[in-house]
């Protein structure tokens, strides 16, 4: 079983910024990517950035230049850096973490809760 503990949403105006944390913890050997995803109601849940172990980064086009992913491996942290917010960016964004609980294990994947951001124009 994994724990994942976000934090840093909110409400921000047009053109601000906020930073998203989340912290994994639980049985894990192993992480193979952490990254975010958002979804607003009624829509699906879209992935907005992704860091996959190894130094390779993938972004939504819409975020591209404007949001930046990193990780702390020590923590088994991920962050999300997003700068020049638009109202179109409002959702929940949730953690994920792709991991192993073992060596022989299957891999698995994991949401967390989520996180409400909230852009005001």
């Known amino acids: 079983q994994v724990q994942l503990v976000e934090s840093g949403g909110g409400l921000v105006q047009a053109g601000g910024s906020l930073r998203l944390s989340c912290a994994a913890s639980g049985s894990i050997f192993s992480i193979f990517a952490m990254g975010w995803y958002r979804q607003v109601p009624g829509k699906s849940r879209d992935l907005v950035a992704i860091d996959i172990s190894g130094g390779r980064t993938q972004y939504a086009d819409s975020v591209k230049g404007r949001f930046s992913i990193s990780r702390d491996d020590a923590k088994n942290a991920v962050y999300l850096q997003m700068t020049s917010l638009k109202p179109e960016d409002t959702a929940v964004y949730s953690c994920?973490?792709?991991?192993?609980?073992?060596?022989?294990?299957?891999?698995?994947?994991?949401w967390g809760q989520g996180t409400q951001v909230t852009v005001s124009s």
């Open positions: 994920y973490v792709q991991y192993k609980e073992s060596k022989l294990a299957n891999i698995k994947s994991y």
